[in-house]
């Protein structure tokens, strides 16, 4: 009795724990089955990668740099102590009698203040050095903008190259499914008289023949999915859904229109030009570097030694003006003016190179974009062409006016026409994305 009352306790306790653990199981499993689109991949992507959080250091280091140099608009405030022990101490003994002697230091010589420092007039030399680290800023900023650019596009690749494999994937179930039917016919034909065994057998090479070719494919979709995962910052047993359509049309394109759209819109032109910007400080700085510079100083402190009351601490101050004319740096000035001017050149230069990679880069993606766009039409056309062949074929077969092997043929087409529909739909999605990124278009 004993032992079937601790049963029944055993299993009230097992369903008790499954009843308060029932919610967090739920919850897994929804996680598990949201679907992924392609907005929030590229979410994912743009936010969760390590290298971002890299490229957002080196902005903090940036604004670092900036603020240092905008310190140089204020006062620069210091403080000095001293304090010496001098033995033996110099005296004057009087040289006449009760005339006693006097010290003329001190011993003990104690000495502290405060000094101020601040630079009136450089002829702009300071804020030039301060819009030079602001460009820097600027720099490290854009090149965020890059990044995030080049993982978003990443991502549109890794998205649709698995969705691409999926729907491949299913294709080839459905002819592997087709295939099985049609051995299942065979069989009856032969069985009948109708038809003579190698009908089945070729039917079982195809259908092996499939199978391999869909082992492939799933291989190619583990590589895909691995890609993507890597991307978006998953663990590697994270099971994904994606959720998304390939693009099948897409309207008429002005080349001249995109390639300006590219020039404007492009990070790697916006960071050319900041370049461009920086250098031209640095020429700017190159020029003020022997200007003279006119500061205002001042100190104020407590010492002793003072004549009139040598151990007495006694306030004392000074103000005064500082100005600094360089003569002669060896020709630096010339040097760095030199340098600048080869500076701006060289990245003009660049900058008209990069135009004509960047018109090249959407010439062709638009080129490849309209020939998916034309290849789409052709591959529709195909399967329509395939399925009234396998309609016929199929009927044929059964009345025993076309082999078996005909069939086969025709049904192999099919499955090869929507396999090319599939890719046309594939190719013309990442060519429409692939000429979004050579125009520089942010999708994040």
Known sequence: MNRKQNI?????????????????????????????????????????????????????????????????????????????????????????????????????NYDGHVNVQYLIFDFHRRDEWIRLMQSAKLAESEKINLLKNQLAYRTV???????FLQESLKVKDEQIH??????????????????????????????TAVETQKIGIENMLKQNEIVLK????????????????????????????????????????KLTKISQQSAQIQKNLARLSAAPTLSAIGSYGLKDGYPESLY??????????????PIFE????????????????????????????????VQQAESDLMTSVKQLKMAKEEIISAQVAVQQA???????????????????????????YLAGLYKITLNKYRLMETMGLRIW
């Open 178 to 207: 087709d295939l099985l039917q049609h051995l299942a016919t065979a069989k009856k034909l032969v069985e009948t008289g109708s038809a003579v065994s190698l009908d089945t057998l070729t039917t079982r090479v195809r259908v």
């Open 8 to 108: 029944i306790r055993m299993k009230t306790f097992l369903l008790s724990i499954v009843v308060a653990f029932m919610p967090l199981f739920s919850l897994a499993q929804s996680q598990i089955n949201d679907s992924l689109t392609l907005e929030k991949a590229i979410r994912l992507a743009t936010n969760n990668q390590p290298l971002l959080h890299e490229a957002e250091d080196y902005v903090k280091m940036a604004e670092g740099r900036v603020k240092q140099s905008e310190s140089s608009k204020y006062p620069q405030i210091s403080a000095d102590l001293y304090y010496d022990y001098i033995g033996p101490v110099s005296s004057i003994t009087m040289p006449f009698p009760g005339g006693g002697s006097f010290d003329l230091t001190p011993a003990h």
């Open 330 to 361: 060896g020709n630096l000035k010339k040097a760095k003016m030199e340098t600048a001017d080869w500076q701006i050149q060289a990245l003009q230069n660049h900058l008209s190179a990069l135009q004509k990679t960047i018109s090249r880069q």
């Open 394 to 420: 199929r009927v044929q077969y059964k009345s025993g006016y076309v082999t078996n092997l005909a069939l086969l043929d025709a049904e192999t087409s099919l499955t090869r026409a929507k396999l090319a």
């Open 157 to 163: 690749q890794a998205f649709y190259s698995v969705l």
């Open 312 to 325: 007495k601490l006694r306030s004392n101050w000074v103000l005064g003006m500082a100005a600094h004319f």
């Open 230 to 269: 890597s991307l978006l910052n998953f663990h590697k047993d994270t099971l994904i859904h994606l959720s998304g359509r390939f693009v099948k049309a897409v309207p008429p394109l002005s080349v001249d229109s995109l390639i300006q759209t590219a020039f404007a819109y492009r990070e790697e032109i």
